[in-house]
């Protein structure tokens, strides 16, 4: 993979240039995007634009990907849908222009699953051409995993990060709720679409934060003490494969040996509930999201699509209400939990990528989080006997994005070990 | 003007027809539209398509307005601004598609300012054209006031629902906070921006927001005891004017001899830290929101906002998540108010409309609700000396939609007694 840390330390101390990484990149791209088709568009000459403007930025002219569930106003623009085949809107996200702001240079639009739901799109798993890379953020979690991009953009509205991080073996950020703006990209759900990004590491994906969003985030993974760690072991609705059970209790023994102090922690009853709404909000939400396309163009969606469609369309409003009441009584729960930590460990997924491109895997580990709206990342590191990548979640609290990415770039660290 | 109930049960009395009221409709636009420039787009001609699963929908087949910062797909779409000429967005945004849904045929889009911020647009007041019609809903709340629709959908990021209703004399509800969805709307601030409707009474936007939130709102203003008012007579960033504070002491002398229990409020610490840091949020998110209008299009934007996003853009986020905490414990302080009243009632603006068209006047009165996110309505009926239309402000307690919307029925029903 290319590391942002590693690639702008080059270019500072002379031993690469941008013209060089742009050569270097543009072989990338030739070599495994015909076989992983992370890409719906891709401007692979603008790598090699000179941008002094942007160099001078602290993403020093370095390039980006966009799920293609952002609007970008140079790019064609398709939320993975037909409907939308060839659009062009007149303006970029919230987050792309101030990613050029900070210096980045958006080359491509990476596929996402139509209108970031479950229907998968045709990208593979970087590790292994046969699995799924995970979705919706398909393309983003493939294209930095396979070395195309030192960081893409991703949403997530259930487990669209955390889960194709884990599959592809990316380190991801999904920050605290509208820590940066969703403006621009296409709505599923505005209780819970949530931006975040794809790096090689946890220290790149701070490092990334930290220079659009203007908030003191970097880490290095040397300078954090050992956090105190809660790990949950089950009460989520799936259950994880014996592989990811036994890298969990790796990362737990690591992590102890590092100085760490592990606890258990078993989720209370009221964020049992909250886990239990999310697809309420999310399907009673995305039917009126997405009303217009069920309307005009219903013939162009997936039946899957369709369906949840349906189903939220169908959902009372009363039990909306109520799902919307068990989730702020999540949120309060959730609070209570870190007064003796400051991280929950979780699995990122039920088990590595599954075989197949048919679906895009499970949410079951990360929708709580993404309905409390914490900051949750994934670490990266350890793997299943076939070498397939199994990702460790950690959660902080709401506002707390700085301990997620320090305990994270931590335990990146003590698994690399 | 055109009351929604009143066509609705014309019409299911066989008193008037749909194609009567296209004709009144068009009549009154081709009288009033040259003057009022209520309209940045009009199909008048959608008034006499015949549409038969409309008409059988609860809002009957009766014409709608859509405030031109909602997109629309089958109308253009600018924004209030020249970046945005002729612009033609893919789909509607989600409140649109559902009030086609109910019935509603949008025959036109109302004039913004400039992305619903404070620059004016070139709509007149329909109760005196000397005089603004308020904003940013400017040409929902003239082409409602001046009977040239039924009712109009508007937004409210400060003050842009309560105010130009209050200054046209129009009924407007700004429901709670998502109560409807506001995909597809313009962003200037996500956690402000607010979907609203005006229409001739109270009882005509609840009967509209019933028939597309599908929930059970409906009043008629005779069913409702006698609301307990709290009144706030002062503790906002503006004073009330003479005229306006003899208007809410008359509110009040009539609410008291219609039975209504009315005490004094005074607006706690916490409210008026909130009502405060109202602009911090609004211009730190609106930078974001507007962020590639800024870099691409600075010299398409008048220069009141370029200022507002260059100053928003300054404020630190330190600033920022301050302002944040300030709202949401305002938000809780705001709950504790309605232990023993049903509504807060205020001023819905300083004064009867302002002369002259060179500003929409202040949203003092009404940007501590929005920030709160309580409903409000504006409920009009009284006048200043000069015939000019003062509107009282009744605020609820979130979620409680269905009181703001009875006690303003009942008020209206008082007013005008």
Redesign the interface.
Known sequence: MLSVLALLADIEAGRTTRAAIAARIGEAIAEREPELQAFAHLETERLLDGDAAAAAGPLGGLPFGVKDIYDT?DMPTTYGSP??DG?RP???A?V???T??AGGIPVGKTRTTEFAYLQPTVTRNPRHPGHTPGGSSSGSAAAVGAGLLPFAFGTQTAGSMMRPGSFCGVAAVKPSY?LL????MK?FS??LDTVGLFAATIADCAYVLSAI???HLRVDGTDCAAPRIGVVRSGFSVEAEPAMCEALETAVRKAEAAGARVTAVDLPAALLDADRVQPTIMEF?GA??L???M??HRGQLSPKLAEALLRGGAI??ETY?AARSTAHAGRRCFETLFSDIDVLLTPSAPGAAPAGLGATGSPAFNRLFTLIGAPTVNVPGLTDPAGLPLGMQLAARF?RDDMALRAGAWLEAVLAD
């Open positions: 106003f409907i939308y659009w007149l303006s970029d919230a792309v222009t101030m050029r702001r509208r703006p969703a403006v621009g709505t505005w209780n969003s203007g908030r939400e009126a999201s009303a217009h396309e309307d005009r009372p409003v209400d506002g």
